[in-house]
């Protein structure tokens, strides 16, 4: 049976890769050595270590949207905890409305190995960094894992800048959509409310900063944007 760990053999093998925001990846070439997007990159590592095709919507295109929904379809997802804890699970987070979401592996002790951002590239790094956000983890079907009782648990949960219904707003927000404007980088009316086109600005200044572009506001987004984080008390809510 193949085991867990297998992909993150795989996986360490390609730290120091450049990323390339939505880079496609050869399946059946085992020596492509990149670009690679964060989807890509799992879907690509997961296919050599198993000859299993996960993570990609019909058009066999990896997202992280189609990792969701098919460890929704054949009933393999995990909690984030249990996630964390299992080396070579998958941690995900949902894309938003104007961002996109992210795909990691876990190595099982709080750690990850994953395809970051162009300002990253392929490393390895942490689970529970400033400002990090994951959703939910899953595992492939068939494979054997071997999760570790005495392992990492998530935190409680940061709150970060994202977008939300009904919107954040505040005087923080105001801050963020100045900064997007000294930059060139347009967010509609300086009226402190995160909608659409905040978070979009807020995405499209990420890529060219070489952030994974999921257009929330977190400690390294609010670094590039010239930001104190976290914001003050009841400047954002």
């Known amino acids: 049976m193949f085991e867990g760990g297998e992909v993150l053999e795989i996986a360490r093998r390609h730290v120091g890769e450049r990323y390339v925001f939505g880079a496609r990846a050869d399946l059946r070439n085992p020596d492509y050595r990149g670009p690679w997007d964060c989807a890509e990159f799992c879907t690509w590592v997961v296919y050599q270590a198993y000859g299993v095709v996960f993570g990609t919507t019909s058009a066999n295109d ?3 949207g189609a990792w969701i929904d098919q460890a929704r379809e054949r009933d393999c997802e995990m909690t984030l905890d249990e996630a964390v804890r299992t080396p070579g699970a998958i941690l995900i987070r949902k894309p938003v409305h104007t961002g996109v979401g992210h795909v990691a592996f876990s190595d099982g002790e709080g750690g990850t190995v994953e395809a970051r951002g162009t300002r990253y590239g392929v490393v390895e790094a942490g689970v529970f960094e400033p400002g990090r956000k994951w959703d939910l983890g899953c595992y492939i079907p068939g494979v054997r894992y071997v999760t570790n ?4 648990t998530a935190p409680a949960r940061v709150e970060l800048i994202t ?18 404007r000294r930059r060139s980088f347009h967010p509609g009316g300086v009226d402190g409310v995160y909608g659409p086109m905040t978070a979009a600005s807020v995405a499209n200044y990420q890529l060219f900063k070489g952030l994974t572009p999921d257009a929330i506001v977190g400690p390294a987004t609010a670094e590039v944007l010239g930001l104190d984080w976290p914001p003050p008390a009841g400047s954002a809510g």
């Open 163 to 180: 977008l939300t219904h009904p919107f954040t707003r505040g005087e923080y927000v105001k801050d963020i959509q100045r900064a997007l």
């Open 149 to 152: 009782a005495a392992g990492p």
């Open 62 to 64: 990896p997202f992280s």
